[in-house]
């Protein structure tokens, strides 16, 4: 196996891989603007230089030569090379924090800094922006450029995201995730020089549904997203790791909150899901979490606590002659599970079923036209209800039909998710059943009507599992503080399980 | 030594671009020999002749044409880097103007000997004139059977085009030339890969420079010996230099390799103009270091000499600047060509070329201080190692000569404003 020494340390490799990604893949810092794993390397920030050096080998015996200390003698490139762009190659030798190598950084960081308006105080960046941590940890205080620093005119590029391209730094992420991720050339380098600007065609805006990936990329502040902008500063804000809910490709994200609010999502790499990205329309659909959340147990409209309601629900049940069972794919499989155990085998109902949207019912499990993250089905746990067997059994009804007429059965138990308070249409007849009790995570107009209604808490609160449109099974922990006495559906279900068996 | 007029031979006449008057002479026989001669054997000659390349880096052109892998599948092309955009250099224009089928038929020669499939002669934008001569001589070259398929019955075939660019200066660069011709902006490639092995469109390409190409038809007619024995143990032939500036009598001559300072520039060009005294010499483009009189004063004129002496050939532009030269208002010109023609790729060039136009400006219009001067040194030191390109070296390098040399010059312009 061909070995690398890097700062001393001998590293095994195998292929071809870049000087760099061995490094941070054996936790050897090496800093960085342009590159980007996913993306071409552009090599332009000049950041990541290091030494590149060979051993030297005695020209008689072929043996390393050694000085008085025993240390490899190595000549080293004249040169700081830059890592994102050097192939690793055998018995290479390479130098991360040498002398020279930090004078280098510091350079290439006095030319950044330069023209860099450092307006951190304004700067929704600042605390995750790497220009600044680099500026401290490199930095010094005082700039020695004291001529007139460049601007450009402010231009509307998009309308998911806001340019600050006086904060701009060149390094061309955001033009080489547009044209080879995402294949649109909308966004790229224009005029030159230290005029080089990055920008849209003149009168023309991006429009694709990826700009907030652009917005991650983007080493510095100048490209923010326009959702979030002045909105918190980011060292206010706790992190947790979950899944995006929005469609039935489950990218894994990060959510950011403060208290019980969600401030923005953003992609967390998976290799197998999302790669590094995530779609806007997942990105920016998260205010449903924060808006009309219910927080308390319902009977007949009374506020009451979980063992009153799930009491007065298992009376109900116990004594309806049909019962209609309207599932969600926006559930948990453990949800789900549960669910079923309770409906097909507990009660023994065939009226039962999740599916609510086309790509349900045609078990489509396709991306929409040209997009690399978005399914065409809304929910994220199609494959997992489906699997769990949330469908009518022998002579059921489907979702839709008890929707249509609830009163073909005698009780219409139904939980409303978020998609399904999207189509009011769907429900507006529920009211009619002879008895209703209704799970869900939100306030709605029905809760007037239902028997029982129970506070379910989100996805983001409680942990569980979706199944994703390609069969990837992926578990999730609970990021935050679930609203008021909401509870997790499995649990609900199990208890009511547990009282009618 | 007078000039010795190779390529340069006849180009007096007014009917030089004709192809007919090129056949009077010995337009095309080379490019007959070379057919018949085994690829290898062309470029030995061209090894032989010790030709280095014209376009500022002199690198060895026969030793260029062995990078090349003849037996790779697929299209392999060739590029003549006709983007003459040194400021101080109008060699190529003259060629490209009154000798096109020169060039055109050492490109031909040159493609039998690589096993190259097509060439693309990039001119500069400004160059509208000397395109249309060249599209003329390679349809002229077309009719004759000396482009296209199986030339003069040899089984060979090769197509030339013509790719008229933008303006930029970057674009000489034969890496942002590459992706200039692809369509792409003008903006220079990592290096590794080189071009010979990843050139244009990502196929092996070989670069050259007008008078490299132009150079080869007399080589393989007269052998390479008997061009190298033209010029010095190092770098062989005739060199085409335009000389410009505070000269009695500028233009492009074409002398010898090795020809000493003094006979180049007092009995060729004719010394300074006006009966001035000399005080300094770019010998090789405004991106070399500036000479003093001094200095350039033993030199002869060819690759290793120059380097000795300080500065580089470059390209061959001698720009001549007399004593009434304010090297101040002269440095402030050359850096306010170079803050506008980066390309703004890299940190250090987008940022270092318009700082250092910033700080001549201000010390050119009298808000300069003192440790501005030290400031060049330090923030080139910065420039030059770490830039994609040799862009950045282009404007570091001269700036530094002119501080070093003239540093009075500067001080001068600093303390007048002081004393103010």
Not at chain 1, 423 to 444: E, K, R, T, V, W
Not at chain 2, 366 to 375: C, H, K, S, T, V
């Amino acid at each position: 196996m061909a070995s690398i020494t890097i700062d001393g340390k001998i590293i095994d490799f195998s292929g071809s891989p870049r000087v760099i990604d061995i490094a941070l893949e054996n936790g050897i810092d090496i800093p960085y603007f342009c590159y980007h794993p996913a993306l071409t390397i552009s090599g332009n920030c000049r950041m990541c230089v290091v030494e590149i050096g060979t051993r030297q080998y005695d020209q008689k015996t072929g043996e390393a030569m050694k000085d008085p200390d025993g240390n490899d003698i190595v000549s080293y490139m004249s040169k700081p090379q830059i890592s994102c762009s050097q192939t690793a190659a055998d018995g290479m030798v390479v130098r991360t924090r040498s002398e020279k190598i930090i004078e280098s950084r510091k350079a290439v960081l006095e030319f950044i800094l330069a023209n860099h308006p450092l307006d951190c105080p304004v700067c929704d960046q600042a605390g995750e922006c790497i220009l600044q941590d680099y500026a401290f940890q490199y930095g010094f205080a005082k700039s020695r450029f004291i001529e007139q620093k460049r601007t450009y005119v402010r231009q509307k590029i998009s309308e998911v995201m806001t340019p600050e391209m006086n904060r701009c730094i060149h390094c061309d992420r955001c033009a080489r995730f547009t044209s080879e991720i995402v294949h649109d050339h909308s966004f790229a380098r224009t005029k030159r020089g230290n005029r080089l600007e990055l920008a849209a065609f003149p009168g023309k805006i991006i429009t694709h549904n990826y700009q907030g990936n652009m917005v991650d990329i983007c080493p510095v502040g100048a490209l923010t997203l326009t959702d979030f902008r002045f909105k918190s500063r980011t060292w206010f804000l706790k992190f947790g790791l979950t899944l995006c809910a929005s469609c039935g490709k489950g990218c894994n994200v990060k959510v950011s909150f403060k208290d019980s609010r969600i401030f923005r999502l953003k992609p967390v790499y998976n290799e197998k899901v999302n790669g590094y990205w995530m779609c806007d329309y997942g990105r920016l659909r998260y205010e449903f979490l924060n808006t009309n959340r219910r927080d308390t147990h319902l009977v007949k409209g009374v506020k009451t606590n979980l063992a009153e309601a799930v009491k007065t629900a298992a009376e109900i049940i116990r004594t309806a002659s049909s019962i209609g069972v309207v599932a969600s794919a926006a559930e948990s499989c453990e949800s789900c599970d549960a669910l079923f155990n309770l409906s097909a085998n507990i009660v023994q109902t065939p009226h039962i079923d999740y599916r609510i949207e086309d790509a349900q019912v045609k078990n489509d499990h396709s991306l929409r036209r040209e997009e690399l993250l978005l399914a065409n089905d809304p929910y994220p746990n199609s494959s997992g209800a489906e699997k769990s067997g949330l469908l009518p059994g022998h002579g059921g009804m489907t979702a839709l039909e008890l929707l249509a007429d609830p009163r073909k059965v005698d009780l219409l138990i139904v939980i409303l998710d978020d998609k399904i308070l999207e189509h009011p249409d769907l429900l507006q007849n529920i009211s009619g059943a002879g008895n209703l009790i209704i799970a869900s995570p939100f306030i709605s107009k029905w809760d007037a009507a239902a028997d029982v209604s129970f506070a379910l808490k989100s996805y983001t609160e409680t942990s569980g599992s979706f199944i994703n449109i390609d069969g990837i099974k992926q578990n999730f922990e609970p990021v935050m503080p679930p609203h008021g006495d909401a509870e997790d559906t499995a649990v609900i279900f199990n208890k009511l399980a547990g009282i009618l068996r | 030594m007078p000039e010795k007029r190779i390529i340069m031979d006849k180009m007096e006449d007014s009917r030089s671009p004709l192809l007919e008057f090129y056949r009077s002479g010995e337009g095309y026989l080379a490019l007959e020999k070379a057919l018949k001669m085994q690829p290898d054997e062309i470029i030995n000659e061209v090894k032989e002749s010790k030709l280095r390349g014209r376009g500022g880096a002199g690198f060895p052109v026969g030793m260029k044409w062995t990078f090349i892998k003849r037996e790779l599948p697929g299209p392999k092309y060739l590029i003549c880097n006709a983007d003459e955009g040194e400021p101080g250099t109008f060699k190529d224009r003259e060629i490209l103007l009154k000798k096109p089928h020169m060039m055109i038929e050492g490109m031909i020669i040159a493609a039998y000997a690589m096993g190259l499939d097509a060439g693309y002669i990039y001119v500069r934008g400004e160059f509208a004139e000397p395109c249309g001569k060249v599209d003329y001589a390679i349809e002229e070259a077309y009719a004759a059977g000396y482009l296209g398929n199986n030339i003069l019955g040899s089984g060979f075939s090769f197509d030339l085009y013509t790719y008229l660019g933008a303006g930029a200066y970057i674009c000489g660069e034969e890496s942002a030339l590459l992706n200039s011709l692809e369509g792409k902006q003008g903006m220079p490639r990592l290096k590794p890969p080189f071009p010979a092995q990843y050139g244009l469109y990502g196929r092996p390409t070989t670069v050259n420079n007008v008078e490299s190409f132009a150079a080869v038809p007399p080589i393989i007619i007269n052998g390479g010996k008997w061009y190298a024995d033209i010029g010095t143990p190092k770098s062989g032939g005739t060199k085409m230099f335009s000389i410009s500036g505070h000269v009695a009598r500028p233009g492009v001559y074409e002398i010898p390799m090795g020809t000493p300072w003094k006979e180049f520039f007092y009995d060729i060009a004719g010394g300074v103009k006006d009966k001035k005294r000399l005080k300094a010499v770019i010998p090789g483009g405004s991106s070399t270091a500036v000479l003093t009189a001094d200095e350039i004063e033993n030199m002869t004129m060819d690759y290793e000499s120059c380097i000795a002496c300080g500065s580089m050939l470059g390209s061959g532009a001698v720009i001549v600047l007399d004593e009434t030269t304010d090297m101040v208002k002269v440095l402030h010109r050359i850096l306010k060509f170079y803050a506008n023609e980066s390309c703004g790729q890299c940190t250090p060039c987008r940022e270092g070329c318009d700082w250092f136009f910033d700080i001549i400006n201000r010390i050119y219009y009298g808000q300069g201080r003192m440790e501005d001067l030290d400031m060049f040194e330090t923030l080139g030191k910065n420039i030059s190692p770490t830039t994609i390109c040799a862009f950045g070296e282009s404007f570091v390098t001269p700036t530094l000569s002119f501080i070093r040399k003239f540093r009075n010059e500067f001080t001068g312009y600093i303390e007048k404003r002081r004393a103010e």
